[in-house]
C-alpha cells in the first residue's frame, strides 16, 4: 500500500515510512491511496473469529506484504495479551438494542491502548530491523501520557520523555505514568500548565539540529498507524451484532476526530454502518461544523471530559481530504484559512457529502450527568464521563430502533471516579492489577517552564 499527504506535496511514503514519520512534510497528514474493501461474504466468513484474527484480516492489506504475514500476526497477538479481558473489547448491554462497547480493558484503561498497545510493537518491530533508536517526547493533560508509556516501557528501541503540568492532572493519571520505574521512561513535571508543556515539545520539534541529534518522534494521534487499529473494533462489534447481514449504528464521543473516523473508514471498505454519531461535550468544534459548514476555533473550556476538551481537531483534516475528493490543493486552501483567521468554511456540496455519513451533537455537563445516571438506575452500569457523552448524543439520535445503536465506551469509569461518584454515589473502584496504584512508588523530575534546561535533562537522560 502507497501512502499519500492530504495536501498533496510531500513524496508518497510505504506503511513502514508513514509509521515513523507522522506528520508529512508539506504539513498533511498521511492516507492509503485506495480504501481496501471486503465484500458480504467476506465480512460473513469472519463471524465467530477471536479479535485478534479479525484484525489481521481487516489491516493487513494496510501492512501486508511490506511486514510479513507471520510477522504482523504475531506483533497483534503481543499488542493484544495485554488486554484483561478474552474478547480484547468485549460488547456490554444497556438496554434493548442499545449496547456499550467497552475499549478500556488494555493496561491504562482508556481506549488509547487499543491502539498504542499494537503502534508500540510495530515502532519496536521496524526500529530493531532498521537498527534505529528513537527519543519520544510528548506533553500531557492526563490520558495520553500514560498509554504512550506503556506503549515503549522496557523496550530497547525507543527512550520516552512525558512532560506534565505540575499538579495539574488528577492523582490516578499522574501515579500511573511516575509509578512507572523501566529505564527507558522519563516522566517531568514542568512547573507550568498544559499549554506550557506542550509549546516545549513543539519548541523541540522546530529545533531541526537537536531534533536530528537525539532522532525526536512522537506517538501523537495523527499517526495512521493510530487509526488503522480502531478500524478493527467496528467490525469485531459489528459482526457480533449481526453484521454483514444487519446494520449497526455507532456514537462516538469524539475530541480529535481519529476515532469517529476509524469507523467512517470501515464504512468506506464495505462495513454496513447505518448512523456515525459524532458525541462532542461543550467544546463542540466538531458538532457546529458538521451540522453548519463552519470550523471555528473558539476557547477551550475544561469539563467533567477531559480528554474531548479540544478545540483544534486534528484528524478532522484527513476527512476533509475525502470528501473534496482528494484534492489537496482545496485542502491547503482551508488550512491557510485557518492559520490566517482560526476558521474556514466547507462548500455545500462537500457539507452535504458529510453529512451523509455523520449526525453530531453537543452535550452538556448537566446531560452528560443525567445520563452517567440513568445508565446506573436502568441496570447498575457504571459508565464515565466520556461514555456518557456518546450515550446521550446516541440516544438523541438514534433514526431506528431496530438498528443496534452502539456507543463506544472510552475510559474505565474508575479513571474518572469523582464525576461518578458525585452523581451515583458510588466510587469506581480500579481493576486489580492496579488496585495496589496508591502504594507504589513514583518517579519523575521537576523542571521550569525552560526550552534549555529541558533540553540539557533530555541529553544526559538518554
Ligand atoms: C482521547 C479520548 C477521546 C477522544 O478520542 P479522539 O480519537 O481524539 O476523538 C475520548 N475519550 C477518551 C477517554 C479519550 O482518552
Known sequence: MKYISTRGEAPELTFEEVLLTGLARDGGLYLPETWPTFSSDEIAEMQGMRYQDIAFKVMSPFVCPEIPEDDFKGLIEK??????????????????NEWILELFHGPTLAFKDVALQLLGHLFNYVLTKRGEKITIVGAT?????????????????????????????????????TTVIEGNVHNIAIE?????????????????????????????S?????????????FTSAIALGAPDKKVSFSVPTGNFGDVYAGYIAKQMGLPIEQLVVATNVNDILSRTINGGEYKVGETIPTISPSMDIQVSSNFERLLFNIYDG??????????????????NIGEAQLEKAKESFVAMRVSEDETKKAIADVFENGGHLIDPHTAVGVKAARENWADKKTPMVTLSTAHPAKFPDAVKEVTGIHPELPAHMADLFDREEKFDVLSNDLEQLKKYILENL
Open 79 to 96: 499488542a493484544y495479551s495485554t488486554f484483561r479481558h478474552d474478547a480484547v473489547v468485549p460488547l456490554g448491554q444497556v438496554d434493548n
Open 141 to 177: 493533560s492526563g490520558d495520553t501520557g500514560s498509554a504512550a508509556i506503556d506503549c515503549v516501557r522496557g523496550r530497547d528501541s525507543a527512550n520516552i520523555f512525558m512532560l506534565h503540568p505540575k499538579g495539574r492532572v488528577s492523582d490516578v493519571q499522574r501515579r500511573q505514568m
Open 192 to 220: 507550568g500548565d498544559f499549554d506550557n508543556c506542550q509549546a516545549l515539545v513543539k519548541a523541540l520539534f522546530n529545533d531541526l539540529e537537536f531534533r536530528d541529534q537525539i532522532n525526536l518522534s512522537a506517538v501523537n
Open 222 to 234: 495523527i499517526n495512521w498507524a493510530r487509526v488503522m487499529a480502531q478500524i478493527v473494533y467496528y
Open 327 to 344: 484534492d489537496g490543493a482545496a485542502i491547503r486552501n482551508l488550512m491557510e484559512n485557518l492559520k490566517q483567521s482560526g476558521q474556514f
